[in-house]
């Protein structure tokens, strides 16, 4: 069985205890990886701390080493693939395209300037206000693009002149080690540290006196938890949490055209996606039209083991996860709502769920008001344009959303009322990239990710004052 190992200040190091992790296509153990004791934690930390002094001076040499980091993050993506949808189930092209996609950060960020130095000048002194690096940075990464998120975090961070100790999720941390180890040949020994470990993990990593800054990508309770223990010790956060997006469709949608994009923006990794369609609200003149063209989609989409050629959806990446999407297609069932097609999970080992589309349903039952994360997806008639929009307000989640209709005027008029950190309009869109911010209003987080922004945000303002001569 696969062992994998932990990178500290350059070295592949191993656990006294180790953990498994499972295949969620087949229920079957993927490999273990290495619980990371308090001791090897304040050695990741102080690893990092020794790197920040000689990284954070060489911006030349930063660039270099981005650059030459993404063409190994390039080469691996086909070697890392089966083992990323193994541990996180999703169809292997996928997988491939996300460790590829992610080297473009590195790439991005390597050739980012930093905001400019400014200058203010008086007649008795002089302000040279610039940016510096924070120091030492903790992330955590969930499990549903464990490697796109922690490159979110890892380029960024890096390019200002930090160091980094990465913790990804337990369920996936296979192949954020084996990034790790491969990366360790290529930045300096400690610039990057990738550690494993179950809780208390994770809350250790956030309380360590080292870190100035920590950037979480996770769910909102945990969100909670750690914009707590940061305020401890007054470090800065970004805090990329949960969604509940609503896609709105207005009266004059094509809906052949927009099916296909619609059903992905929902069902894309299994309904695993921060940014993922979670309610569809419809016109009520065309509520019965776009239930059953999502639902035909839906029962004809492929299930299976993200290995197989073919397959567009795989499984829950963890029972848990399978289990929250049954109750609340139970509980969505027994406020009265129509299952449209699926509602059950599949038989055997995997943790699969069938692809659903739930109908009869209105605000206030969970299925609409909570995320899901996953593959039940409830449409909802609206009479109203206004009452479409106030209702995809009134959530504390504000994320994402997407407008679906022929008249891009209309659509821009309603994204701009939509109180999220990003609309779409017509498309499930891409991967979000490199150039653009990603983040959220109210519960969807704090700061944003990508962009310049990103890159500010791993950085604090120095000011000088000189008396002129
Ligand atoms: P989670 O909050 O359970 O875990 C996220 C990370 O935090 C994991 O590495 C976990 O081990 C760690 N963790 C657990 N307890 C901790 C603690 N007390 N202190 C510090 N770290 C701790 O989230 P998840 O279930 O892995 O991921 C799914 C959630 O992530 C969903 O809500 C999804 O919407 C959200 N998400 C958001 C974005 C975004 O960019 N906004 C992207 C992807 C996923």
């Not at 992330?139 to 796109?148: D, E, F, R, Y």
């Not at 492929?302 to 509980?331: A, C, K, M, S, W």
């Amino acid at each position: 069985m696969r062992q994998s190992l932990m990178t500290i200040d350059g070295e592949a190091v191993g656990g006294d205890d180790s953990f498994e992790i499972i295949n969620p296509a087949t229920g079957a153990p993927v490999g273990r990886a290495p619980q990371c004791s308090p001791a090897q934690l304040d050695a990741a930390m102080n690893a990092a701390q020794r790197a920040f002094t000689t990284w954070r001076q060489d911006a030349a040499a930063r660039r270099e080493a981005l650059h030459r980091a993404a063409t190994v993050v390039r080469k691996s993506a086909q070697e890392l693939g089966p083992l990323f949808t193994e541990e996180q189930g999703r169809p292997l092209f996928a997988s491939i395209g996300e460790i590829t996609y992610s080297a473009d950060w590195l790439d991005y960020y390597a050739d980012l300037e930093m905001p400019d130095e400014s200058v203010v000048t008086y007649p008795d002194r002089t302000l040279e206000i610039s940016r510096r690096p924070v120091g030492v940075v903790g992330a955590m990464t969930p499990w549903n693009a464990p490697i796109l998120l922690a490159m979110w975090k890892i380029a960024p961070a890096l390019a200002a002149g930090n160091t980094v100790v990465l913790k990804p999720s337990p369920f996936t941390p296979l192949t954020t080690l084996a990034l790790g180890r491969i990366l360790a040949d290529t930045l300096p020994p400690g610039v990057l540290n990738v550690l494993s470990g179950l809780e208390p993990l994770g809350r250790d990593l956030v309380a360590h006196p080292t870190p100035r800054k920590i950037s979480f990508t996770g769910s909102v309770p945990t969100g909670k938890l750690v914009a707590a223990a940061a305020a401890q010790d007054l470090k800065l956060i970004t805090l990329e949490l949960g969604g509940n997006d609503a896609a709105i469709l207005l009266d004059d949608v094509d809906i052949d055209a927009v099916l296909e994009p619609l059903f992905f923006s929902a069902f894309a990794n299994t309904g695993q996606i921060c940014e993922a369609t979670k309610r569809v609200y419809v016109p009520r003149r065309l509520y019965g039209k776009v239930l059953d063209a999502l639902a035909d989609r839906a029962r004809a989409a492929r299930v299976g083991n993200g290995l197989e050629p073919g397959v567009e959806l795989g499984p829950l990446t963890t029972p848990f996860q399978r289990d929250h999407i049954e109750e609340l297609v139970e509980d969505a069932r027994a406020a009265g709502a129509t299952i449209a097609v699926g509602g059950r999970r599949l038989p055997g080992d995997g943790y699969f769920f069938e692809p659903t589309v739930v109908g009869d349903i209105e605000d206030g039952t969970r299925l609409v008001d909570e995320e899901q994360f996953g593959p039940a997806l409830p449409v909802i008639p609206y009479t109203d344009l206004d009452e479409a929009i106030s209702r995809a307000n009134r959530s504390p989640y504000g994320l994402g959303g997407s407008v679906w209709t022929k008249d891009l005027d209309r659509a821009r008029a309603v994204a701009r009322r939509l109180d999220t950190g990003r609309v779409r309009i017509n498309t499930a869109g891409q991967i979000p990239p490199p150039e653009a911010p990603f983040g959220g209003v109210k519960w969807s987080g704090i700061g944003v990710e990508n962009g310049p922004w990103g890159l500010a945000a791993f950085t604090e303002l120095h000011v000088t004052e000189i008396a002129n001569p």
